[in-house]
């Protein structure tokens, strides 16, 4: 709870400063010499905005960091790792594997509307329009993508804790997505993406999820006859 609370304080604090700090070192000077170029001359109006650009986005991006860690941090220390479990249900966990790609899509729509709310597009380029009509293909892929790992629901389905999913006779697959997940949403911390780094949070919790609920349910299914006279004929 005192990280959570530590974090939270920075964040906000790094948030209200940045607020109150222009985006432009000399905005009058800036919009005179981006409005002195002409059309295709992009490589020259992104050399000029990193020139004038202040601090003031980055913190903004930072501090959203420190307040999306800050309610992760929260809930974790408020559940118990060990006590997090992946969904109750089944329906619930393949609710969830539609859920995600949706909630991905939609930050790569924010992405991009961020950008152009801040100016990272000179105003002859048309650099929303090709990535927003890829977004219809882009969450099929997703939903594909996340419909193909229910494949490891089978059997009776039990809620399980997420700690369960660091056992070594978890599913390898899971596992290597989950640990490349993780890497992921530290780059997007380390760059301050929370937009990307949320949802991946909730990929990771899918695939945890999955390697937990099935680790348990193998665990929980009768050893079969002739495994147990195997075994019992190995100990004598």
Known sequence: MKLSTILLLIGVAILGYAWS???YKDEALFMERYMALSQGQSAEYWKLRDEMLTPKYKLQDYGGT???AAVVTFFISWRGWRNVKSPKSRATLIGLAFVVPF???????FDLFLGFERGEFPHWADSMGIPLMGTPVLLV??????????AFLRGTYKS??????ASPKANKWLLFVAALTTVLV???ASFGQYWYAMPGIAWLYFYLSLAATRHA???????APEERAASGASLS
């Open 141 to 150: 892929v997703l939903l594909v993508w996340s419909g193909a790992h229910l």
């Open 103 to 109: 909630f991905t899509v939609g930050t790569f729509v």
């Open 21 to 23: 700090i222009a985006p």
């Open 186 to 188: 530290a780059l997007c």
């Open 217 to 223: 349910t193998s665990a929980a299914e009768p050893t």
């Open 160 to 165: 399980a804790p997420l700690s369960q999913a």
């Open 66 to 68: 420190l307040v999306a």
